[in-house]
Nanobody, 126 residues
């Protein structure tokens, strides 16, 4: 079983920055595609960002494009989400997810990912 552990969440003022980390147990992490999702209270879980297995392809939700950046550190078995210019609307529990890709694509759909972390809370105040 692949284990994922998120960290880096917390409380930040609007306009500030946070970097989320997701440590993955799989020894074959370098071959995995990764994604970030979030869920606010009373809202459905939504796509945030994704990266393909070699880090050459990234995708972002329109709501975070230009503010967030996903990256992959294979030596540390870790995927990151750098969040800048944070808004109160970004407040949510953030989840990382992993899957073995069929090719070199990135994946946006929740159903594309069989492995999930427990989530980390991000709260952005006005």
């Amino acid at each position: 079983q692949v284990q994922l552990v998120e960290s880096g969440g917390g409380l930040v003022q609007a306009g500030g920055s946070l970097r989320l980390s997701c440590a993955v147990s799989a020894s074959t992490f370098s071959t995995y595609a990764m994604g970030w999702f979030r869920q606010a209270p009373g809202k459905e879980r939504e796509f945030v960002a994704a990266i393909n297995w070699n880090g050459g392809i990234t995708q972002y939700a329109d709501t975070v494009n230009g503010r967030f950046s996903i990256s992959k550190e294979n030596a540390q078995n870790t995927v990151y989400l750098q969040m800048n210019s944070l808004k109160p609307e970004d407040t949510a529990v953030y989840y990382c997810a992993a899957r073995r890709p069929l090719s070199r694509e990135a994946y946006r759909g929740q159903n594309d990912y069989p492995y999930w972390g427990q989530g980390t809370q991000v709260t952005v105040s006005s």
